[in-house]
C-alpha cells in the first residue's frame, strides 16, 4: 500500500500565482498591456462600421465613407499586430514560469526524505515531474495567454456595450441564468475530478515503471500474467477518470455555448423593437452586434483551452504539493558517540502489518555485524531503520545517544550510510559520477582522491582502460556501465563519502562470488575502525563478521560470533548447511 505525496490547497495554488506575477511582473504587466491595447483597438473596429452604416443610410459623402473604411481596415491591422505581440510576450512569460518551477520542483524533490519518496512509490513523484509539468507547460504558454485575452475582451467590450446603448446592453442579462448555476455547479464537481483523474494516471505510471523495472523478476516468478492484469487495470482506472470528467464538461459546454448565443438573438429582437421605435439607429444596432459577435470568438477560444487550464490546476497542485520536509526540528549537532543502540524498536510499512516485533539491539563503534535470515524476515526494513532512512513506529535507534530518525540528512549521511543492491549511474563524467559525495573541509576531489576510491572499490583498471580516464562520459548515450561495475561505483562513493558506520543491504549481490569476495576483501582495509553492519545472503560474509545477527519473522532469534552458533546448532547452523 503505497502513501501518496500531498496536494497543494487552492489557496497555496492562488498564492503560488500571485508570487509568479509579482516576480515577473515586468514581463506580466507588458503582457497585460498588450492584451488591453489590442482589446482597446478592437472596441473601435465596431464603433467605424455603425458609423459607416450611418453614413451610407444617411447617404453620406464618398470621402466619408472611404476614410470610414480606410480606418476601419487599419484598425483591424493594428488589433492582429497587437494580438501577435501580446501572444508572444505571453508565451515568453509562460516560458520564464516554467524554468523557475521546475528548478524549483527539481530542488524540493531532492530535498524529500527517501522514505517519503518511497512510500509514495517513484509513479507518483515521477508524474509529477513529467506530466503533470507538461499539463502546467501547456496551460502556461497556451490556455492562460487565451483565456486571458477573452477575459479582457469581454470585460472591456461589455463596458463599450453599457456605454454605447444602456437598452441594447440589457440583451446581455439572458445569459446569466444559465451561467451562473451552471458554472456553481460545475466548479464545485470538477476539481476533485480532475484530481482523481491525475490520481489514476500517476498509478498507471508507477504501475508500469514497476513492470519494466521488475520484469526479470516477474518472468522469473511466473508473475508476468499479473503484472499484465496490473497494468490492465490502472490502464481502466485511468480511462474511468477521463471518462468522468468529459461526462462533467459534456453537461457544462453546451450550457456556455448557448450562453453566448442567446445574447445576439436577444439582441436582435430587442434592436428591432428599438429602431421601431425610434430610439436606436441602424449604425448603432450594427455597432452592438458587431460587439456581440466579437465576443463570440473568443470565448470559443477559451472555451477549447479551458479544460487544459483546469487540469493544468490540478496539476499544479500536485507539483506545487511536493515540499522539502522541514527541517526546523532536526538535529545539527554530530553526535559525540558512535555506538549504535536499538532498543524495542516495532515497525511497519502499513497500520494493520508490523514488520518488525520489539527487536534490541547493541552495535559497539567498529564492529562488524552480519545480518542474516531467510527473505521477508525484515532484515533490510532494519537496515532502512539504522540508516535513518524510516523511523520505527515504536522504540528507538540511537547513534552517541541521539536519536538517528532526528539528525539531519547531511549530519546523518556522515555518521550512518546506506549502501543497497541498487545503483544507478548518472549521465555524465566517471568525474562526476564519483564527486556526488560533499568532500569534508569543502572544494572539489583531486584526481587522486578520486582513483584512490576506485582502487579501494576495485575499478581501478576499468577506469584505467577508459578512452578519456576520469573525464569520459557515461550513462545513456554514451560509455555504458555494466550493473556490477556500477556497484562499484557505489562503493567508491561510500569511500569517498567516509561515514563511521556503513550498512551494507546485499551491496555486492550483483557480482560473482569470486568477484565479491575480492572487493570485500579490498574494503577491509578501508573499512578498519569502522562499524559495519552487513545484510546478506552469502554467508561467507557472516563468517568472517564479529558477531551474527538471524532475523526470523520480524525478530532476532539468535546473535553472537559465528562460532558459537554453529555450535549451537540453532536457526544460524542451519541456514549454513542448507547452504552448503
Known sequence: MTTRLPLASKREVRRWAKRVAVEHRREFSVMLGLFCLATVVGLAGPQLLGRLVDGVVEHGTTLRVDLLAVAFVAVLVLQAWARKAARLRGRMFGERVLAQTRERFVTNALGLPLGTVEA???????????????????????????????????????????????????????????????????????????????????????????????????????????????????????????????????????????????????????????????????????TMLAYAQAMTAPLSEALFWLEDLQVAIAATRRI?????????????????????????????????????????????????????????????????????????????IRVGGTEVSTLADDVLRGEVLLLTQEHHTFSGTLRENLALPARRGGGDWTDEELLDALASAGAEEWAAGLPDGLDTKLGSGAYAVPAGLAQQLALARVVLADPHTLVLDEATSLLDTGSARELERSLNAVLEGRTVIAIAHRLHTAAAADRVAVVEGGTITELGPHQDLIAAGGPYSRLVAAAS
Open 120 to 286: 509514495a512509490g517513484t509513479g507518483d513523484l515521477l508524474s509529477r515531474a513529467t506530466s503533470d509539468i507538461n499539463r502546467l507547460d501547456v496551460a502556461v504558454r497556451f490556455a492562460a495567454p487565451e483565456i486571458l485575452i477573452a477575459a479582457v475582451t469581454v470585460l472591456f467590450t461589455t463596458i463599450a456595450m453599457i456605454v454605447t446603448s444602456p437598452l441594447l446592453a440589457l440583451a446581455l442579462l439572458v445569459a446569466i441564468p444559465i451561467l451562473v448555476p451552471v458554472n456553481i455547479w460545475y466548479q464545485r464537481k470538477i476539481p476533485s475530478a480532475f484530481a482523481w483523474m491525475l490520481d489514476r494516471w500517476g498509478d498507471l505510471q508507477s504501475t508500469t515503471h514497476e513492470t519494466v523495472e521488475g520484469a526479470r523478476t516477474s518472468e522469473a516468478l511466473s508473475l508476468t500474467e499479473r503484472r499484465v492484469r496490473a497494468g490492465y487495470h490502472a490502464l481502466d482506472q485511468a480511462t474511468l477518470g477521463e471518462r468522468r470528467m468529459r461526462a462533467l464538461q459534456m453537461r457544462w459546454l453546451p450550457s456556455l455555448e448557448i450562453s453566448y448565443v442567446l445574447p445576439i438573438a436577444a439582441l436582435l429582437l430587442l434592436g428591432l423593437f428599438a429602431y421601431s421605435q425610434g430610439w436606436a439607429g441602424l449604425g448603432t444596432i450594427t
Open 320 to 396: 506545487i504539493g511536493v515540499q522539502p520536509a522541514e527541517s526546523a526540528d532536526k538535529v545539527a549537532d554530530v553526535p559525540r558517540g558512535r555506538d549504535i543502540e536499538v532498543r524495542e524498536v516495532r515497525f511497519g510499512y502499513t497500520s494493520d502489518r508490523e514488520v518488525l516485533h520489539g527487536i534490541s539491539l547493541s552495535v559497539p563503534r567498529g564492529e562488524r555485524l552480519a545480518i542474516v535470515g531467510p527473505s521477508g524476515a525484515g532484515k533490510s526494513t532494519l537496515g532502512r531503520l539504522l540508516a535513518g532512512i524510516s523511523a520505527p513506529t515504536a522504540g528507538s
